[in-house]
Nanobody, 124 residues
């Protein structure tokens, strides 16, 4: 079993930045691929970014490429999502997820463990 706890969400103006963190506990952090997803009110949960256990491979949704950066610190059992140039359309609850293996995937059903989410609100 793996437990995931997100933090770092908040209210920010358009154009601003936030850094989300996801701390893991339970079974070893590796070799889990870590992902971030988000869900806006009234919308389906959507993929944002993922990173392989090795850190060498990442995957991003087209909507966040060039603005968001995913990274991980395996020594700290933590994965991060740096959100830059935020837009009102980025407003959502952001979820951290983990899947066994070393391949970043964008399908939410590929992930085995989920956090509770952290709210990101971007004002115009």
């Amino acid at each position: 079993q793996v437990q995931l706890v997100e933090s770092g969400g908040g209210l920010v103006q358009a154009g601003g930045s936030l850094r989300l963190s996801c701390a893991t506990s339970g079974r070893t952090f590796s070799p889990y691929t870590m992902g971030w997803f988000r869900q806006a009110p009234g919308k389906e949960r959507e993929f944002v970014a993922a990173i392989a256990w090795s850190g060498g491979r990442t995957l991003y949704a087209d909507s966040v490429k060039g603005r968001f950066t995913i990274s991980r610190d395996n020594a700290q059992n933590t994965v991060y999502l740096q959100l830059n140039s935020l837009k009102p359309g980025d407003t959502a609850v952001y979820y951290c997820a983990a899947r066994r293996g070393n391949t970043p995937l964008l399908g939410q059903y590929e992930y085995d463990y989920w956090g509770q989410g952290t709210q990101v609100t971007v004002s115009s």
